[in-house]
């Protein structure tokens, strides 16, 4: 048992009987390197890696180079999730120096946590033109015992370009028409025509994207934006990216046609497309983007909740396969001899309508379960049936592991995808899980002053402090969980989140963000970065919260900040449309104003009151924010002074708290907001 016994994170606990002599990154490690005189090996990873638990199997429980790396390096291991500041840093230089990044990402740094050798995955042999991870252990040795001022040379050239690397931010203008246009003629470029999504394989799901599109049509009539919304999203649902059984998504596919998916569920994935799916439904009443959403939002319920109330990382892609080996996708995939082990006479029906064959999709004769576009009707019942029974024949099998740790910023996004989720289908359970979440976040995560942990396991706040992305995610789902429910108590506490945003995360010169705080640990660089990757930046997740927060409030220092950070989405918007998405939402927010809906209602179980609280939450106006109550309640700033009519529920559409009209029909309310 290693130094790693004890901590909070399942990946680093993966790796606590390891023979390494694994420390966590902290400042005694890096005094025994210079105490030793050894170079530091920083091995980042996380829990549902497939190629992280390749390398551990094949190089980090092989004695003979467990020994060699403890005579001469101090060996430290970081779960990217718990510190997505260390990852950022390192993974930038790694990104630098071979153009490509990855984990497991392996780092060989002096004592005072300088990079000067880099990688990702190192086999156990030489292949493929790859040194063996012996070697590279080998010659880094050598490096550092007869080339020191070589290696002080790289890493102090490293740490320098770093150091000057610049975000371009065009002060505090925030895109207009013109970028919004110019990112959606970008994204048209890039659009997969034929099999929808952007680019090529390896075929990430573009949610954050989606919503700028489903917000880019809903303010100004674009066909063309929603057309490519609808389509990738029936593409991704029907192919093997979805869990066909079970509902949720892959992380990604490695192929353009959604077929194959790398096999991990992660959470942020599954509340990002959730959300996306429930928009789409908004949008157009599609059936397959209701039935999608649902599915998804109960897959996070009944598979990544915790006895706490909050929602784990992920799944595995890995599990045992029947044999006691791990295998990638063992879980999920069907031969056509297991469709009618499991459904006898039904099993040709189920193959054709899941796309199963002889030769298979995947791996050693398997296919990954999809929705092939076929000729002919199946009868639903019959198929839901199949697909009842195919589910409990596939939860006799080994499970993948869960890696169960509750990252703070990914529970915001379950919330808002859960909430919002559960108002549109009248799911009051969906919403109850929203609230259990938060109040987990407030209880564990929230210390007194409002200071957020990243993570917790166990009912147990883990000790890294929270990152910008987890004061913006948050503050997003407690504003959602504002709308849904009526409870300012929601409001009040993304206020306090998006203080610390003002305070320690911004740059009072520019405004711009930092993903870190002010006053957070200090590495090599302090990491920042607004682009939009598998979650929202904490930059343009900030700025959304900041800008839904100011429309509740109407604080000017709070949309200020907002429009300043958003002037980094003017520049990238136009270049690297995939790549800011959520940003490119946020700016489609800032535009439609965002509307201000205030439903004034005489008090609880009124069913106008309802219909059009309803109303207003169905409205697909870019970003609005929604307050019900009494015109008495002081919960939310927007009820203030918003009489009722003729001693009835009304609602008030407003921009910048300026109204129109208030109206007593929800059908007209919706209208209003463009539905």
């Known amino acids: 048992m290693n130094r790693l016994a004890g901590v909070t994170s399942p990946y680093l606990l993966q790796h606590a009987d390891n023979p390494v002599d694994w420390w966590p990154w902290e400042p005694a490690a890096f005094e025994e390197a210079r105490?030793?005189?050894?170079?530091?090996?920083?091995?980042?990873?996380?829990?549902?890696?497939?190629?992280?638990?390749?390398?551990?199997?094949?190089?980090?429980?092989?004695?003979?180079?467990?020994?060699?790396?403890?005579?001469?390096?101090?060996?430290?291991?970081?779960?990217?999730?718990?510190?997505?500041?260390?990852?950022?840093?390192?993974?930038?230089?790694?990104?630098?120096?071979?153009?490509?990044?990855g984990w497991p990402m392996t780092v060989f740094l002096t004592p005072d946590a300088e990079p000067f050798y880099f990688g990702t995955y190192f086999p156990p042999a030489p292949r493929h033109g790859m040194?063996?991870?012996?070697?590279?252990?080998?010659?880094?040795?050598?490096?550092?015992?007869?080339?020191?001022?070589?290696?002080?040379?790289?890493?102090?050239?490293?740490?320098?370009?770093?150091?000057?690397?610049?975000?371009?931010?065009?002060?505090?203008?925030?895109?207009?028409?013109?970028?919004?246009?110019?990112?959606?003629?970008?994204?048209?470029?890039?659009?997969?025509?034929?099999?929808?999504?952007?680019?090529?394989?390896?075929?990430?799901?573009?949610?954050?994207?989606?919503?700028?599109?489903?917000?880019?049509?809903?303010r100004t009539g674009s066909e063309g934006a929603l057309q490519m919304a609808a389509d990738t999203c029936e593409r991704m649902a029907r192919g093997g990216l979805y869990d066909q059984l079970g509902g949720g998504f892959a992380r990604y596919s490695v192929d353009r046609d959604w077929t194959v998916p790398h096999f991990e569920k992660m959470l942020y994935d599954n509340a990002l497309l959730c959300r996306a799916y429930a928009h789409l439904w908004r949008a157009t009443g599609s059936e397959s983007a209701r039935r999608v959403a649902l599915e998804t939002a109960d897959f996070m319920v009944r598979e990544l909740r915790t006895e706490e109330?909050?929602?784990?990382?992920?799944?595995?892609?890995?599990?045992?396969?029947?044999t006691g080996a791990h295998v990638e996708g063992a879980y999920y995939?069907?031969?056509?001899?297991?469709?009618?082990?499991?459904?006898?006479?039904?099993?040709?029906?189920?193959?054709?309508?899941?796309?199963?064959?002889?030769?298979?999709?995947?791996?050693?004769?398997?296919?990954?379960?999809q929705l092939p576009q076929q000729e002919g009707v199946f009868d639903a019942e019959k198929i839901e049936s199949v697909r009842r029974r195919l589910l409990a024949k596939r939860a006799e099998r080994p499970a993948p592991g869960r890696d169960d740790k509750v990252v703070a910023a990914w529970n915001g996004l379950a919330v808002a995808a859960l909430a919002e989720t559960g108002a549109y289908f009248d799911r009051p359970d969906l919403v109850e899980a929203a609230v259990g979440a938060a109040d987990l976040l407030v209880r564990l995560h929230l210390d007194d002053q409002a200071r957020i942990a990243r993570t917790s396991r166990s009912g147990r706040a883990g000790a890294h402090a929270g990152v910008l992305e987890d004061y913006g995610d948050v503050a997003e789902g407690f504003l959602a969980l504002a709308s849904v429910t009526g409870d300012g108590v929601w409001l009040e506490f993304a206020g306090l989140l998006l203080d610390h945003v003002l305070v320690r995360f911004a740059d009072p010169e520019t405004g711009a963000l930092y993903d870190t705080a002010s006053d957070a640990e200090r590495l090599i660089r302090r990491p920042q970065d607004p682009t939009d990757n598998a979650t929202p930046s904490g930059w343009t997740a900030a700025a959304g919260a900041l800008l839904g927060y100011a429309a509740h409030t109407g604080s000017e220092p709070h949309r200020t900040a907002a429009e300043r950070a958003l002037g980094v989405v003017r520049t990238l918007g136009?270049?690297?449309?995939?790549?800011?998405?959520?940003?490119?939402?946020v700016a489609e927010a800032l535009l439609d104003g965002p509307r201000e809906i205030a439903v004034v209602g005489p008090g609880p179980g009124d069913a106008r009151t309802a219909a059009l609280h309803r109303g207003a939450l169905l409205g697909p106006a870019p970003g609005a924010v929604v307050a019900v109550g009494t015109p008495e309640s002081d919960e939310f700033p927007l009820l203030a002074g918003r009489p009722l009519v003729e001693g009835g529920a009304a609602a008030y559409v407003c921009r910048?708290?300026?109204?129109?009209?208030?109206?007593?029909?929800?059908?007209?309310?919706?209208?209003a907001l463009g539905g």
Request: charged share 25%; aromatic share 8%.
């Open 35 to 101: 105490r030793r005189d050894v170079p530091v090996l920083l091995s980042v990873g996380y829990s549902a890696c497939h190629w992280c638990h390749v390398m551990a199997h094949e190089s980090f429980e092989d004695r003979a180079t467990a020994d060699y790396l403890n005579e001469h390096f101090v060996a430290v291991k970081v779960d990217r999730e718990e510190r997505p500041d260390i990852d950022a840093v390192y993974m930038e230089a790694v990104q630098a120096a071979t153009g490509q990044g």
């Open 656 to 671: 910048h708290f300026t109204c129109d009209a208030p109206t007593t029909d929800p059908e007209r309310l919706k209208a």
């Open 333 to 369: 995939v069907w031969t056509p001899a297991q469709l009618a082990e499991a459904l006898g006479p039904d099993a040709d029906l189920a193959a054709r309508y899941f796309g199963v064959t002889e030769e298979g999709t995947f791996e050693h004769g398997r296919s990954v379960l």
């Open 309 to 322: 109330g909050g929602f784990a990382s992920a799944l595995d892609a890995d599990s045992d396969d029947g």
């Open 131 to 218: 040194p063996s991870f012996r070697q590279v252990l080998e010659g880094v040795r050598s490096a550092w015992a007869d080339r020191r001022d070589e290696v002080a040379e790289v890493a102090g050239k490293i740490v320098h370009d770093l150091a000057e690397r610049e975000i371009s931010h065009q002060g505090d203008r925030p895109p207009g028409e013109q970028e919004l246009a110019q990112a959606l003629l970008g994204l048209t470029r890039e659009y997969d025509e034929q099999r929808g999504g952007f680019g090529g394989a390896p075929k990430f799901p573009p949610s954050m994207v989606v919503e700028f599109l489903l917000r880019h049509h809903a």
């Open 574 to 585: 136009p270049r690297v449309p995939r790549f800011i998405g959520w940003g490119l939402a």
